[in-house]
């Protein structure tokens, strides 16, 4: 994978509660359609290049595949998010229940806007090495390989 948890978090501006093991399966997810919308050659390059000294092409993979995740894992997570702005997140409880402390779950359209936002940030993104010939994210199938939801 270009991306990892923590950029994930960064770019979701999610909390540090929002564990590794709760992003990794959407990130291979989101690795699995980002090689197939930039090729094999391209998305490898990408992945050889990822470091401190990435050139501005892995960079921009990297945002795009942190974007496909977020947009992919959303719904599953255990986030209490509240649409402020940009979708910032407010906290997180232990159960994953509503906590006393007022914060909400997204509504299934706020959710559905946020996945849809972040497949656009992903798209926009990678746009410069997607194969032409490839589906855009709106016509992409809802299904990964495997059978999951994506």
Known sequence: MIADAAHVRALGNFP???????????????RRRLRR???????????????????????????????????????SWNVVIENVGNAGVS?????????????????QGAVEKMQEDFMLKAEASALDWIIEDYPTPESSPAYDDEGEAI
Do not use: C, N
């Not at 540090?16 to 989101?30: K, N, S």
């Not at 391209?42 to 995740?69: F, H, I, N, R, S």
């Not at 906290?91 to 509504?107: A, C, H, N, P, Q």
């Open 16 to 30: 540090d509660a929002l564990e590794d093991a709760q992003i990794d399966p959407h990130l291979r997810a989101a």
């Open 37 to 75: 919308w930039v090729g094999s050659a391209v998305y490898d390059e990408a992945e050889a290049d990822a470091g401190p000294m990435a050139k501005p092409q892995t960079e921009a993979l990297k945002d795009a595949e942190a974007y496909l995740a977020i947009s992919i894992g959303v719904r």
């Open 91 to 107: 906290g997180l409880t232990e159960s994953g229940k509503i906590g006393d402390d007022g914060f909400r779950y997204l509504s």
